[in-house]
């Protein structure tokens, strides 16, 4: 059974550019949710998707979009990139949403973003 | 006060002791709760999650909860250097239907040969 996959894995930008990061959830997952990860923050939320629909948004600006679409599949897109958007974009999966047992969360390789 | 709360480490131990990792949370609504393994420059990989008070057992590893205290850790028996990395306490938000997980920063874990 194939993981979360995550594309590209790696890629340089340019200040001012825009990004797009793709994310394949394990098959039959519903929910994707996307994390930044930085050394100096740690792992952030960024936002939920369950069924197209965001759930859930994290303390990011609104340069920081996604979506989910019907296959749930998902994107998150970020403009006017910043140097202190350099991270790891993490994109994680789960069958349903909420915390019943059985829920388990898992994580793709993540998309290195280097921001230049 | 942080959400979720991990000492920083490095947490040393030799080979073959047990490593006593430690987390708490300040939502008393959090049901559930993660342990995620991250190596330098990997994505973090689902260790145990636990939903229920005491323990649950997965082969080395014990995670152990206590929803009163709001406390949970993960024991690692029989410490091996391959264990070396960064563990990581993941943590729900309580009060509604998500899957958000508020992170906390992670125990580095050193096992010496």
């Known amino acids: 059974k194939a993981g979360v996959t995550q594309t590209p894995r790696y890629l340089i930008k340019t200040r001012g550019q825009q990004v797009t990061l793709s994310c394949s959830p394990i098959?039959?997952?519903?929910?994707v949710s996307w994390y930044q990860q930085t050394p100096g923050q740690g792992l952030q939320f960024l936002f939920e998707?369950?069924?197209?629909?965001?759930?859930n948004k994290g303390n990011f600006p609104g340069r920081f979009s996604g979506r989910q679409f019907s296959n749930s599949r998902s994107e998150m897109n970020v403009s006017t990139l910043e140097l202190g958007d350099s991270a790891l974009y993490l994109c994680?999966?789960?069958?349903?949403?909420?915390?019943?047992?059985?829920?388990?969360?898992?994580f793709g390789e993540g998309s290195w973003l280097t921001v230049v | 006060q942080k959400e979720v709360e991990q000492n920083s480490g490095p947490l040393s131990v030799p080979e073959g002791a047990i490593a006593s990792l430690n987390c708490t949370y300040s939502?008393?609504?959090?049901?559930?709760f993660f342990w995620y393994r991250q190596y330098s420059g990997k994505s973090p990989e689902l260790i145990m999650f636990?939903?229920?008070?005491g323990d649950k057992e997965d082969g080395r590893f014990t995670a152990q909860l206590n929803k009163a205290s709001q406390y949970v850790s993960l024991l690692i028996r029989d410490s091996q250097p391959s264990d070396s990395a960064t563990y990581l306490c993941?943590?729900?938000?309580?009060?509604?239907?998500?899957?958000?997980?508020?992170f906390g920063t992670g125990t580095l874990l050193a096992v010496q040969p």
């Open positions: 993941a943590v729900p938000p309580g009060g509604g239907a998500t899957n958000k997980l508020i």
């Open positions: 098959s039959g997952h519903r929910s």
């Open positions: 636990i939903y229920s008070n």
């Open positions: 994680a999966s789960s069958l349903a949403i909420g915390q019943g047992a059985g829920n388990t969360i898992y």
């Open positions: 998707y369950f069924s197209e629909t965001q759930r």
């Open positions: 939502d008393r609504g959090s049901q559930s």
